[in-house]
């Protein structure tokens, strides 16, 4: 069998998040630090004959492998872009929570133009991945650099920034899934907003810090309003006593921020409230940016 290629791509959660405005094209214009976290899907790819595609999903069922998976929009973009067909067999483990604010189908979009980019030896520009990436959606070329980036405009735009010194985190995912459209259509928005700038004073820093105080996620009061079970959550973790605690993207998960590692998993033992619970670290851009190798 011919040899494969890998590429693990690990989630995000948004350490900061605010909505400025609606824009004229329907999308939210937005402020947000993204933050690579130690939670990785997995996509392993084999070259197939000329006009074949297979994905299969582990574990199976999980989600969905037709046309609206973002591995096959990924490829059926890249087949558009080249004007040919190459062949892929491809095998998706999934480990980053479905409809979790975490990125997961993102990030294995960007972990499909990665891998396929090289097992079709295309050699694309970096600028047209990022541009087939952000008409992918909006979260999707943040893969690319992973760590620490600011995310503006639909949140495509992405602005790599130096990696935060270590944190834990508490990561509580409850068994709901929450629709990123439909939050953003529950949003009660006021004229354009001013940005709060104490938030960023310390992350374009060569040792970035962030003013927990001033942390926030513009989108926590309607996910928790919509879906009481993320508000448990919530309130489960912010008992232990983080640093900052809030929802990830548009939800459901919900996590806390501690100064370590060793923090965040003394604070896991006494959780009560729902959901799965996991502890992982902030990843730095070295071990978040993915990368397709032989395996
Ligand atoms: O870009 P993506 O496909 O991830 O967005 C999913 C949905 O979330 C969009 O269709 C839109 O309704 C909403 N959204 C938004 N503003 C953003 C990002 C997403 O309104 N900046």
Redesign the pocket.
């Known amino acids: 069998m011919t040899d494969s290629l890998v590429v693990r791509v690990p989630a995000k959660i948004n350490l900061h998040l605010e909505v400025v405005g609606r824009r004229p094209d329907?999308?939210?214009?937005?402020r947000t630090l993204f933050q690579s976290v130690g939670l990785w899907d997995t996509l392993r790819g084999w070259p197939a004959e000329e006009g074949r595609l297979e994905l299969e999903i582990e574990p199976h069922g999980l989600v969905g492998n037709g046309p609206d998976n973002l591995v096959v929009r990924a490829v059926r973009a890249l087949w558009r872009e080249i004007g040919r067909r190459p062949g892929a067999r491809l095998r998706l483990g999934k480990n980053i929570p479905v409809g979790g604010g975490m990125g997961g189908g993102?990030a294995d979009a960007a972990g499909a133009l990665i891998l396929l980019d090289r097992m079709w030896a295309l050699d694309l520009p970096s600028s047209n991945l990022r541009r087939l990436a952000a008409e992918l959606?909006?979260?999707v070329p943040f893969f690319f650099h992973g760590g620490l980036c600011l995310g503006v405009g639909?949140?495509e735009e992405v602005l790599p920034l130096d990696d935060l010194p270590s944190l834990g985190i508490v990561l509580v995912v409850p068994h709901v899934e929450v629709s990123?459209?439909e939050v953003?259509?529950r949003l009660r928005l006021g004229p354009w907003k001013r940005m709060d700038d104490r938030v960023y004073a310390g992350v374009v820093d060569s040792t970035p810090e962030i003013e927990w105080s001033a942390a926030c996620n513009d989108l926590e009061r309607v996910v928790c309003e919509g879906w009481p079970l993320v508000a448990e959550a919530l309130e489960g973790v912010r008992r232990l006593g983080p640093l900052f605690s809030t929802v990830s993207g548009?939800g459901a998960t919900v996590f806390g921020v501690f100064e370590s590692l060793d923090a965040a998993s003394r604070a896991e033992c006494v959780y009560e409230g729902p959901g799965r619970i996991e502890v992982v670290e902030i990843l730095g851009r070295t071990r978040a940016r993915p990368e397709a190798v032989a395996g």
């Open positions: 329907g999308f939210h214009e937005l993102s959606g909006s979260d639909r949140g990123t459209a953003f259509s548009s």
